[in-house]
């Protein structure tokens, strides 16, 4: 098992230079865990042995669909499965103004990433700048890789 270390074991252990670079690789976001039940799973993909749902809210599905902008407030899911357990959730929501706390080479509209185990606690190890370079590239479809499904997506 890894050694539980606190924050201000970091900073007295590594320095404050050090403690300042671990900021910058893992961080809260204002993404907020969702809640599961009054999102709409709207497509899953299967990749080998993960079978990933994705979920959004009706009002995501309708601004798609009618080829209007995603409301803000909008949340949307990735559930990744492993053998029939909930092996981590990624999520990515919309907030009025979010982006602009992003320089241009990293920000994503107005979305923000975050990274959830299965016991939906954050992943402190892994930096949303990752997520956002990759959905970057569907910029023109809200920064979505299944926005297509989306606006597919028949109830
Ligand atoms: C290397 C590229 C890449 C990275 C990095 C990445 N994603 Fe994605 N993401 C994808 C792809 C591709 C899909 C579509 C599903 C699939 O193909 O598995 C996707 C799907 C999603 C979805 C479902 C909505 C959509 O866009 O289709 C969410 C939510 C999501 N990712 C969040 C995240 C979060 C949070 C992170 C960082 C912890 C992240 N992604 C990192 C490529 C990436």
């Not at 990744?80 to 920000?107: N, Q, S």
Request: some cysteine; aromatic content about 12%.
């Amino acid at each position: 098992m890894k050694p539980k270390l606190t924050r201000t074991t970091f900073v007295a252990a590594l320095g404050i230079g050090t403690f300042t670079a671990l900021l910058a690789t893992a961080e809260e976001t204002r993404v907020t865990f969702p809640d599961l039940d009054a999102l709409i799973h709207y497509t899953t993909v299967n990749r080998g042995n993960v079978t990933e749902h994705m979920l959004t809210t009706q009002a995501a599905i309708d601004a798609a669909q009618a080829g209007q902008k995603i409301p803000d407030g909008t949340q949307v899911v990735l559930v990744d499965y492993r053998e029939g357990e909930v092996y981590r959730y990624f999520v990515m929501e919309k907030g009025p103004g979010w982006g602009a706390e992003y320089d241009d080479g990293r920000r994503t509209g107005d979305w923000q990433f975050q990274f959830y185990w299965g016991d939906q606690s954050i992943n402190m190890e892994e930096s949303t700048a990752r997520c956002q370079s990759c959905h970057q590239a569907r910029s023109d479809v809200e920064y979505m890789y299944t926005y297509n499904d989306l606006r597919r997506f028949a109830q």
